[in-house]
């Protein structure tokens, strides 16, 4: 059995090839490149039982995964709960919902764990020691810890105005954490050029085909923990586009090699109305977006104003049949409060962000009531305790006496406000 | 003093290697039809039909010409004029 089914890097604009290379664009129009996989040879080997057999990790697809030989990097990753949501279906008025949570992905509580898993195998298979990313937080985070546990060295690039729990939790891991005074498209450009210029292995620059292929594995395990199905309708967060158009991609790959009957499914766009460039493309027809010069969202780990994949975000949304929207950083606060008191999930902002917008399509009617619906949680509230903190009461203080706690039960019966 | 067009890794095989070119014009569009003209063969990387390539973004000394006045952005000597690859982050 081969080790790896990739044939190679395809520009997604023209299709022209290009070996197995840290390359993430096409030489000739810019256009972005993608891996490119042998479906027929994978169907041969893979099958549902196959892949039961094995432990619950994101690896446990990877033969639709681009590494060579075993995964040297993030071995335990992925495996996230798909939850059957009912009290909070109750609370949107929904009959059948499910949260797939990546708050609580290994190692860093985020998606980003799939995507840097791919990303530093390959650096490691390319013979690169020092690894960087651009971030808005939390794929920071899961470069410095997962570079820390590879022995590889980290840059990890960041605007300077992050949390300060997301600038932490890449700092503890002793990646070196650069700050940048401006938006994260600016730290991104700068990315670019010091990819460039020192050669390192920028897990979204130069490995970045190989990299966004890790996201795919949320989408399999969606369909495998629904029993080898696609539900009807799924919600994405959406920052640089990139998780937008790789669950379907995961959906019709299990088509293509014969472990799900088909991939049709609905793909909707979640942003915050502070930095929501895709989701206004989107409802406006446009082809693609127009850039935010300054986002301005409690959403940080979103606020990318020139998605990189915003065109393609737009045109899978569009072709799916889905729908973008965006929400007030106020119901981004009440989605997470929400989530976190129907179904004891602590999401990031995005998390509201994704619930807030779940809601809205299903007020606006674009979401059916009666039909299957799955949330993407791609981040952990832990990381962005400040946009809640207005909205959670304080605890009571009590000396350490019964009659005290007897006054407060039986005197003023505090229920749960759901704001 | 010249205005310094920075061309990126991929784009050096159309311009002798070099990293830098230095051109003279007085807008964006004057400084990438002069670059043109030195190396014919970079202006189909840079332009589809006229338009700058989808996948490509054009800084002047660092910032986005899209938010600036695209391709009529003024530039005068001693701007830096850069080309980078538009497929990256997220």
Request: proline share 6%.
């Amino acid at each position: 059995m081969p080790t790896s089914f990739v044939r190679g890097l395809k520009c997604r604009l023209c299709g022209k090839m290009y070996p197995k290379e840290p390359l993430n664009f096409c030489t000739e129009d810019f256009g972005p490149l993608e891996v490119d996989y042998d479906y027929e040879a994978i169907a041969e080997v893979l099958s549902r039982s196959k892949i039961e057999m094995r432990p619950e990790n994101m690896w446990r697809y990877r033969e639709l995964l681009p590494i060579d030989g075993e995964p040297t990097v993030g071995a335990q990753v992925g495996g996230t709960p798909l939850i059957k949501a009912d009290r909070l279906a109750e609370a949107l008025g929904v009959e059948k919902l499910w949260v797939k949570n990546d708050a609580v992905n290994f190692p860093t509580l985020s998606f980003k764990d799939r995507v840097v898993s791919v990303a530093l195998s390959k650096a490691r298979e390319f013979g690169f020691s020092t690894v960087g990313c651009a971030s808005t937080g939390n794929l920071g985070n899961s470069v410095a810890a997962n570079a820390a546990a590879a022995g590889l060295e980290a840059y990890i690039f960041i605007p300077a105005d992050l949390e300060r729990s997301k600038i932490l939790g890449s700092s503890i891991y002793g990646a070196k954490v650069v700050g940048v005074t401006g938006t994260y498209d600016e730290v991104n450009r700068l990315c670019t050029q010091v990819a460039f210029k020192y050669g390192w292995g920028f897990v979204n620059i130069n490995l970045r085909p190989f990299y966004a292929e890790g996201s795919k594995s949320m989408g399999f395990e969606i369909a495998e923990q629904l029993g080898w199905r696609v539900p009807q309708h799924v919600v994405v967060p959406m920052a640089g586009g990139s998780l937008v158009g790789k669950i379907p991609k995961a959906f019709q790959e299990l088509a293509k090699v014969g472990l799900i009957e088909h991939a049709r499914c609905r793909i909707y766009g979640a942003q915050a109305s502070g930095c929501s460039p895709i989701s206004t493309a989107v409802k406006n027809g446009w082809e693609t977006h127009r850039p935010v010069r300054r986002p301005n969202t409690i959403a940080k780990s979103l606020a990318i104003g020139d998605p990189a994949d915003g065109y393609f975000a737009c045109k899978v949304i569009r072709d799916s049949g889905g729908w973008a929207e965006d929400v007030s950083d106020q119901e981004i606060s009440e989605a997470m409060v929400l989530l976190g008191r129907t179904e004891g999930i602590f999401a990031e902002t995005a998390g509201g962000v994704t619930v807030a917008v779940t809601r809205k399509l299903i007020e606006q009617g674009r979401i059916p009531r009666d039909e299957e619906i799955v949330i993407c949680i791609t981040g952990n509230g832990l990381k962005t305790q400040d946009a809640v903190a207005e909205y959670v009461e304080a605890p009571v203080i009590i000396k350490p006496s019964l009659e005290e706690l007897a006054a407060l039960v039986d005197g003023a019966a505090r229920e749960p406000v759901l704001v | 003093m010249p205005i310094r067009i920075h061309i990126p890794t991929p784009l050096r095989q159309h311009t002798d290697g070099q990293a830098v070119v230095e051109v003279s014009g007085t807008s964006v569009q004057a400084a990438l039809d002069a670059l043109g003209q030195k190396y014919p063969a970079i202006t189909q990387r840079l332009f589809d039909n006229g338009q700058v390539r989808r996948f490509i973004n054009l800084y002047v000394n660092d910032e986005d010409i899209r938010y600036l006045d695209n391709l009529a952005t003024p530039v005068k000597d001693g701007d830096e004029l850069s080309i980078i690859p538009a497929v990256a982050g997220g």
